[in-house]
């Protein structure tokens, strides 16, 4: 059975700082890749994220680009997201994923999900 179980969430001051973690059961990162995905209220998924061992890729959307940071450890099977100088717009519910192989920036072809950590950012 897959697990991606999240950690790290909270609230911050805008400028402040906050570190995700995912930790990862049933799965390796030679066969997903390992996705952040976030949603805020009212609005769609948004991949913010991405990291892929297969073909070496990490991938940042445009609006996180420069800010947030991911990285995995292969030997505790975790996938952390380092997010500094955090906005108000940052605020949103943030899922850790995993795709089959290689990164994606859609969010309809994800094979798991983990239940998600809030951050939430005020000004």
């Known amino acids: 059975e897959v697990q991606l179980v999240e950690s790290g969430g909270g609230s911050v001051h805008a400028g402040g700082s906050l570190r995700l973690s995912c930790a990862a059961s049933?799965?390796?990162?030679?066969?997903?890749?390992i996705l952040w995905i976030r949603q805020a209220p009212g609005k769609e998924h948004e991949v913010v994220s991405c990291?892929?061992?297969?073909?070496?890729?990490?991938n940042y959307a445009d609006s996180v680009k420069g800010r947030f940071t991911i990285a995995s450890d292969d030997a505790k099977n975790t996938v952390s997201l380092q997010m500094n100088n955090l906005m108000p717009e940052d605020t949103a519910t943030y899922f850790c994923a995993a795709h089959d192989v290689f990164c994606t920036w859609k969010v309809s072809g994800i094979d798991y999900w983990g239940q998600g950590a809030q951050v939430s950012v005020s000004t």
């Open positions: 990291s892929s061992k297969s073909d070496r890729t990490e």
């Open positions: 049933g799965l390796t990162f030679d066969d997903y890749a």
